[in-house]
């Protein structure tokens, strides 16, 4: 009796949820008024885009603190304080979430926001009244396109996007974290297409929000899963269709026939939310079963040179006992519908097409 009950408490909790095999839809609730990441009450989202070349950075912030965790499933990360939000570990608040491209060079973003929220007295509280902001980050490789290398994101772009930053729907494609990724990269560079940022969000009726926010840098392709077929990746040797990373892997002959991937050239970071009451440990949870959006939707995912990662935030804005197994399914389904966002909303550079430019 006592599994069927809760049985029972799971169903009635997903009633009227947008579970579809098509896109999800927000669904508006009390003080809903945004798509996306934003609509976790109490999260905020800044974009800085570069204009010298194909770059930028992409801040989330959490002004009150939430609880935070991550999960690294990418064999070449960049990343900043990882090791703090380990559930063993005391600080259990991080104040801003960085996204940012430049490579290795882009973790200087996040010492602009620690400026900007330093200035406002946000942080964890350490000794005689001070407080020292947490900020995470984490990068992708973009210093490939044309242009000079020399332009990174760095503190001043982190300043700017968390001066940015609002609770409005978040602009998506080719902004912040996004404007230089690319994907579809096993056929060499020359075959790519353009990656983006994007977000998506989901509310349950009893007021449960779960969204997420994604730059997608990948080297695979992306599929959409509710149908199998490839949206944008590898494209065809004429560069007018799409190969299919799927096909070209299992065609792939003896060694030294294998398609090389740079180490440390793609990678998808992104960060999901809930305004639910979570634990650092059950927030590491989230981020691990979130991961699985990006498993639904890259092919291939988590390689040795992808530096994939997932934060995670709650806000602890509903209260209550929170259904971790609910919580993060959900966190997989708008990390994979944030996915294809971000390419379906991008724009093509030279020699680069987007989505549209293919006429998918």
Known sequence: MKTQ????????????????????EAQGGPGMDAWGITAVPGLELGHHTLSERPTGCTVVLARAGAVGGVDVRGSAPGSREIALLDPVNMVDQ????VLSGGSAFGL????????????????WPVARGKVVPIV????????????????????????????????????????????GA??????????????????????????LVVAAAVAVNAVGDIIDPSTGEVVAGVRTEDGNGLADARRLLRASGGPGQEPQIDVGANTTIGVVATNATLTKAQAT???????????????????????????SLATGELEGTANVTLIGALAADVMAEAI?????????????????????
Do not use: W
Not at 5 to 24: E, Q, T
Not at 342 to 352: D, F, K, Q, W
């Open 94 to 97: 991080v104040h801003a979430v």
């Open 5 to 24: 009950s809760r049985m029972l408490i799971v169903g009635a909790l997903l009633v009227g949820a947008p579970i579809s095999h098509g896109p999800l």
């Open 340 to 360: 294809l966002r971000a390419v379906r909303m991008a724009e093509g550079l030279p020699g680069i097409p987007s989505v549209s430019d293919l006429g998918n």
């Open 182 to 207: 690319t994907v579809g990269k096993l056929g060499g560079a020359g075959r790519s297409m353009k990656g983006g940022f994007g977000t998506a969000s989901v509310t349950l009726q009893n007021g």
């Open 285 to 311: 949870k989230i981020a691990q079963m979130a991961q699985d959006g990006l498993a639904r939707t890259i092919y291939p995912a988590h390689t040795m040179g992808d530096g994939d990662t997932v934060f």
């Open 136 to 179: 995470v980050a984490a990068i992708l490789f973009d210093l490939g396109l044309e242009g000079d290398e020399k332009v990174r994101p760095g503190p001043e772009c982190g300043y700017s996007a968390a001066e940015a930053a609002s609770s409005g729907a978040p602009a998506e494609g080719s902004v912040g974290a996004g404007t």
């Open 108 to 123: 200087d973003v996040a010492s602009g926001v620690m400026r900007y929220l330093d200035e406002r007295n946000i942080g």
